[in-house]
């Protein structure tokens, strides 16, 4: 059975950091462009990052540029999005995502396998 886990959500303080992780189960990590996608309470589904298949290739949203970073292990079948200088406008629940689309790509509605979502909260 195909799936993907999260974990490494919490609470944090503005400007602190965190490490999410999606481990894969049930198919290989590396056949796919991967990404994470957000939803803060109340708002839509938006597209944080990706990163393709060889891992090459990243990209990111401009509200994140240059504090999350995405990475992948296909060893470990893992991905992985380091976020640091935390906003309180980073809480949402984070969803890692798989496609099938040959490119990375930050559109929500073109991932096809997505994991349960885990908890960020960056509050003082």
């Known amino acids: 059975q195909l799936q993907l886990v999260e974990s490494g959500g919490g609470l944090v303080q503005p400007g602190g950091s965190l490490r999410l992780s999606c481990a894969a189960s049930?198919?290989?990590?590396?056949?796919?462009?991967i990404g994470w996608i957000r939803q803060a309470p109340g708002k839509g589904r938006v597209g944080v990052s990706c990163?393709?298949?060889?891992?090459?290739?990243?990209d990111y949203v401009d509200s994140v540029k240059g504090r999350f970073t995405i990475s992948r292990d296909n060893a470990k079948n893992t991905m992985y999005l380091q976020m640091d200088s935390l906003k309180p406008e980073d809480t949402a629940t984070y969803y890692c995502?798989?496609?099938?689309?040959?490119?990375?790509?930050?559109?929500?509605?073109?991932?096809?396998?997505w994991g349960q979502g885990t908890h960020v909260t960056v509050s003082s």
């Open positions: 049930g198919f290989t990590l590396q056949d796919y462009n």
């Open positions: 995502a798989a496609t099938k689309k040959s490119e990375c790509v930050l559109t929500p509605f073109l991932y096809n396998y």
């Open positions: 990163i393709s298949a060889s891992g090459s290739i990243t």
